[in-house]
């Protein structure tokens, strides 16, 4: 596998996936760099080469979660809500990402209209929001267990819808 094609053709999807987090183009530019500098010294650990986007976009996306860790536990300030909204969304400069981001979340709207009210509350919580097991079981007073559970029972059943859509 040739790593320079790897990153040609990969560029874009890393540089988009780093920028809907950090939202700065400068700075998700340094994380891409990051991410296929760590992508290539892991190269040996990916099995199957099909999956190379996806395995590139979960690297960009770690990397980008941990510098925006790194960046608010260095200013020492608390981040207001409007900002922890914003994380993960793609900024008004990137018309076409954001386009597919709403087409995406459509297709996901209608493949889940027929689920619990309960699931679709999760999925929402977990997907969008960013909140980990344990927030979304103290926000709505479950059991840890009982939500990481439900929430996989969720996603297995929205991968099988997508699955079926995509490949049709």
Known sequence: MDFSNLYKFYYERVFHASLAIIRDPQLAEDNVQETFLKAFKKLD????????????????TRTAIDFVRRERKSRG???????????????????????????????????????????????????????????????????????????HRARRKLKERMAVELSA
């Open 45 to 60: 650990s990916l099995h199957e080469i099909e999956k190379v986007g996806a395995w590139l976009c979960v690297i960009a």
């Open 77 to 151: 300030c608390s981040m207001e809500l409007e900002m922890l909204d914003g994380l993960g969304k793609v900024g008004a400069q990137n018309v076409e990402a954001e386009v597919e981001m709403n087409l995406l979340k459509e297709l996901f709207s209608e493949k889940m209209e027929d689920f619990t009210t309960e699931d679709k509350n999760l999925l929402v919580l977990k997907v969008e929001r960013g909140l980990k097991e344990r927030e979304i079981a103290t926000a709505l007073q479950m059991n840890p267990a009982t939500v990481k559970s439900k929430i």
